[in-house]
C-alpha cells in the first residue's frame, strides 16, 4: 500500500512555471512506477508523464513534450512535474500515480496504476 499526496498547484498565467510534487508513503518508493494524469473539466483523465523505477525511464505525452519534466528523488519519496511554458490548456485537475514493480517502461493507461493521489488543480490563465 502506498499513500500519495500532491503539492504545488495554483493559478499561473499563460507562459509561466508550476513545479508538482506528489509525496509517497512507505519504504519501498524506488520500486514504483510514477505517473502524472489530468483531468480537464468534461474530458477523461489523461497521461501526462511517467517515470519508471528501473533506470529512471521517463516518458511524456505529446502535447506536453519540451515543455515538462517528470522526476523523482527516491531519498524523499517524491516525483515532480516541472511545468513550464504553460498554456491554458493545461488548465486540469493532476492526480499522482504509483505501480508497483512492473516492468514495462512505458505505462500511459489509467488502468496501469494502481495507486492514485487526490488531485490537485491547476489553472492556467490567458
Known amino acids: 500500500q502506498v499513500q500519495l499526496v500532491e503539492s504545488g498547484g495554483g493559478l499561473v498565467q499563460a507562459g509561466g512555471s508550476l513545479r508538482l510534487s506528489c509525496a509517497a508513503s512507505g519504504r519501498t518508493f524506488s520500486s514504483y512506477t510514477m505517473g502524472w494524469f489530468r483531468q480537464a473539466p468534461g474530458k477523461e483523465r489523461e497521461f501526462v508523464a511517467a517515470?519508471?523505477?528501473?533506470?529512471?525511464?521517463?516518458t511524456y505525452a505529446d502535447s506536453v513534450k519540451g515543455r515538462f519534466t517528470i522526476s523523482r528523488d527516491n531519498a524523499k519519496n517524491t516525483v515532480f512535474l516541472q511545468m513550464n511554458s504553460l498554456k491554458p490548456e493545461d488548465t486540469a485537475v493532476y492526480y499522482c500515480a504509483a505501480k508497483f514493480r512492473d516492468f514495462r517502461t512505458t505505462m500511459s493507461r489509467t488502468y496501469d496504476y494502481d495507486y492514485w493521489g487526490q488531485g490537485i488543480q491547476v489553472t492556467v490563465s490567458s
Open positions: 517515470i519508471a523505477w528501473i533506470g529512471g525511464i521517463t
